[in-house]
């Protein structure tokens, strides 16, 4: 986890007010789910397997460690986890030197939360090296907090990375949004006590009580998001 913030910074004891905004990284403020699934497919065929499209949706989302054992036991591939981390690290990464495309309306609202002050976190089942390349695009600046998938004990779905950013920030969990886009970034924000805004990249996420759904981010700003603490 790298700060750049003191967290008492933001505590804000006895408040109702929006505390901070964390976002997930792949497929929320990047267009990287494709690069993902594209650097499974390549990897495993090298390997001498063929990924089932109908895959993609089941490892969408979630943490290496359990992406690569799905496919390592669907496949039968002759690879230990630790050989695949790797190998698709390696992938990623020559895909993400080439250029990281933001997701329509990203740029537009990491202005507006730098704007208004709001404390701000990058919470990612990635790891920290991809995490870093990333932020080369992003702008390490507009994060007050960045979380990585290798340097929590327990990542998404659980609710440890989110606790970690809100800990980090001096922030209430109920009184923070996070923005996601698959079913475990959302589930892992929830179990957090997180209020949620979903911004499906490549399955569907059906609404709930104290979730929102919306299109994309050009759909999500500063207001819209207090409201979700506040009430409308």
């Not at 990924?51 to 799905?70: C, H, K, N, Q």
């Not at 990281?100 to 740029?107: C, I, R, S, T």
């Not at 009580?209 to 207001?223: Q, W």
Request: glycine residues 8%.
């Amino acid at each position: 986890m790298t700060s750049t913030v003191p967290a008492s910074l933001f505590r804000t004891s006895g408040s109702s007010a929006l505390q901070a905004v964390f976002l997930d990284m792949d497929g929320t403020l990047v267009d990287t789910e494709g690069f993902w699934w594209d650097a499974e497919v390549d990897v495993f065929a090298d390997l001498g397997h063929r990924l089932d499209e109908s895959w993609r949706d089941i490892v969408v989302g979630g943490p290496m460690t359990r992406s690569a054992g799905y496919l390592i036991e669907a496949t039968g591939a002759d690879i230990t986890l630790a050989e695949l981390t790797v190998l698709l690290n390696e992938k990623f990464e020559q895909r993400i030197d080439q250029g990281v495309p933001l997701m329509p309306g990203a740029e537009r609202l990491l202005a507006e939360l730098a704007h208004h002050n709001i404390p701000t976190a990058l919470v990612s089942a990635s790891h920290r090296r991809i995490i870093d390349r990333v932020l080369a695009s992003l702008g390490r600046d507009r994060f007050t907090l960045t979380v990585a998938g290798d340097e929590v004990v327990r990542t998404k779905p659980h609710p440890e990375p989110y606790l970690t950013a809100a800990d980090g920030v001096g922030a209430d969990p109920a009184l923070c949004a996070v923005i996601e886009d698959t079913a475990t970034g959302v589930a892992a924000a929830e179990a957090a006590g997180c209020r949620v805004v979903a911004v499906p990249s490549v399955a569907p996420i059906a609404p709930s009580p104290g979730r929102v759904v919306v299109r994309s981010l050009e759909d999500v700003d500063v207001p819209f998001l207090r409201t979700l603490i506040s009430g409308p």
